[in-house]
């Protein structure tokens, strides 16, 4: 029995022990030789050997059992330790990229309009005065050339206030109808909380031969527009004045902060302002040479638009590369 302990005891791995285990207890083992023997012996002598196998049987058996856990923990524990993750290593933060609000916002309002079957014209941030301002019925010592601080640059070119001058380009080079949008850049000399001298515009255009286009038209596909991007608001039109257009209006939503009650971003009137728009006024037609159209035009401010959705109480704030401001939009 002391030899069989000592086995127990020796062993180095749950293997060993299992052959041990089967030494004694298997089939062939000590044991199960040992109860064949006991039948040739006589009454006396069988006792004593029955009760010596059956102290045998319990005493290995109990050393076999502790044993057992012993490795199983001991190999636990080597195996921890061989697959330890050091958790105080220092990382290397890995970031992806976004899109900047602006960018995204812009991304919205283009696959409003696609869905509309409205096509995308582009023109250069770079334009000459016909194109921005004459062409648009705003002659030269027009006084509403005042109301768009102009970036002016040399040989009567400037840099395009609006992306109204896209209107100009695409209805020189095609003919009627036209229904198109014109997502773009535009620059004017002014810097606050709601304006930068670099900012974005939408366009949008819409011709066709005859007088089949009207202010209702309008008005039904800009408040769908203004529900696709800000929900279940109210919209409201205002008669204004734009050169380009007759008549014109500038289009309110009741306040996405307040809903309309009254607060700081929409000075307590309820309503923020968020497009141009209008019917295109004849001039415009004649400075292009479209004869017998009608047609239907607006304009609004992406900046605007993103400021509203996201929150953003500083427009200058979207261009300042600040990562803990752009962060919140990965
Ligand atoms: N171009 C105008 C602006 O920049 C917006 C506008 C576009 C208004 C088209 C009416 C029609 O303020």
Redesign the pocket.
């Known amino acids: 029995m002391q030899d069989w302990l000592k086995k127990v005891e020796a062993a180095k791995n749950l293997e060993e022990l299992e052959n041990i285990r089967i030494g004694v207890f298997g089939k062939k083992g000590f044991l199960a030789a040992e109860f064949l023997r006991m039948k040739e012996l006589d009454p006396e002598a069988k006792k004593l050997l029955a009760k010596e196998l059956n102290d045998i049987k319990e005493s290995v058996g109990s050393a076999l059992e502790a044993k057992k856990e012993k490795l199983a923990a001991q190999a636990l524990k080597e195996q921890l330790e061989k697959e330890k993750i050091d958790v105080t290593l220092l990382h290397t933060k890995s970031s992806a990229g976004a899109l900047h609000p602006v960018l995204s916002t812009m991304d919205k309002m283009i696959e409003y309009f696609i869905s509309m079957n409205f096509s995308i014209e582009t023109g250069p941030i770079v334009e000459n005065d016909f194109n921005n301002f004459e062409a648009l019925n705003l002659p030269k010592h027009h006084p509403a050339r005042d109301m768009q601080d102009t970036f002016y640059m040399k040989d009567s070119m400037l840099l395009r206030t609006?992306t109204?001058s896209v209107q100009i380009r695409t209805m020189l080079s095609q003919k009627p109808p036209i229904r198109m949008i014109a997502p773009g850049a535009v620059c004017r000399r002014d810097y606050d909380l709601t304006h930068v001298p670099m900012f974005h515009?939408v366009?949008g255009l819409v011709v066709e031969e005859g007088d089949k286009v009207s202010f209702a038209n309008l008005k039904s596909l800009l408040e769908e527009f203004l529900k696709y991007m800000f929900g279940d608001v109210k919209v409201r039109f205002r008669p204004s004045f734009?050169p380009?257009?007759e008549p014109?209006a500038e289009v309110d939503i009741s306040c996405v902060f307040c809903g309309g009650d009254g607060c700081r971003v929409c000075k307590h009137t309820g309503w923020l302002e968020v497009l141009?728009?209008?019917i295109v006024d004849p001039n415009v037609f004649k400075a292009v040479g479209y004869k017998n159209v009608s047609g239907y035009?607006?304009?609004l401010g992406v900046e605007r638009f993103s400021m509203l959705l996201n929150n953003t109480s500083d427009m200058r704030s979207l261009f300042e590369g600040d990562l803990r401001l752009m962060e919140q939009f990965v």
């Open positions: 609006h109204s515009q366009e734009f380009f257009t014109s141009g728009c209008g035009a607006f304009g």
